[in-house]
């Protein structure tokens, strides 16, 4: 696409790329792929929720749950700013997930019940 020129919608493909990376185990690669996203077009920010929410879910394959939990809450006051429901539902759903593995169900639930 860049050899093209062609830039729009860039960072989600790639983005996209990651995740299946780290779905066929290649976490660190995965990991490098979506920080690229995020770098590849800054200006077009409507999927940085996305990619923020991507990176947050390989964070917690090789067990970095604080950087995943940072990811998810930027990604879902990213998409708050934005009035980007769906991305706001998804962040919060992966969150709300995350948090009720390490036992803070109430969180969670106050959490999703917000939005």
């Known amino acids: 696409m860049l050899e093209f020129g062609l830039r729009l919608d860039i960072g989600v493909f790639t983005a996209r790329l990651g995740a299946a990376l780290g779905r066929e185990g290649a976490i660190?690669?995965?990991?490098?792929?979506?920080?690229?996203?995020l770098q590849l077009n800054p200006d077009e920010v409507v999927?940085?929720?996305e990619i923020l929410r991507i990176r947050g879910e390989l964070w917690l394959k090789v067990a970095q749950s604080k950087?995943?939990?940072?990811?998810?809450?930027?990604?879902?006051?990213?998409a708050q700013r934005?009035?980007?429901k769906a991305y706001e539902l998804s962040?919060?759903?992966?969150?709300?997930?995350?948090?009720a593995k390490q036992?803070?169900?109430?969180e969670a639930r106050t959490m999703l019940a917000e939005i």
Do not use: N, S, W
């Open 28 to 37: 660190l690669e995965a990991i490098k792929t979506v920080e690229q996203a």
């Open 47 to 49: 999927y940085h929720p």
């Open 82 to 84: 934005m009035g980007a």
């Open 91 to 99: 962040a919060a759903m992966t969150l709300a997930r995350q948090l």
């Open 67 to 78: 950087l995943a939990e940072a990811d998810f809450r930027e990604a879902e006051a990213q």
């Open 103 to 106: 036992d803070r169900l109430d």
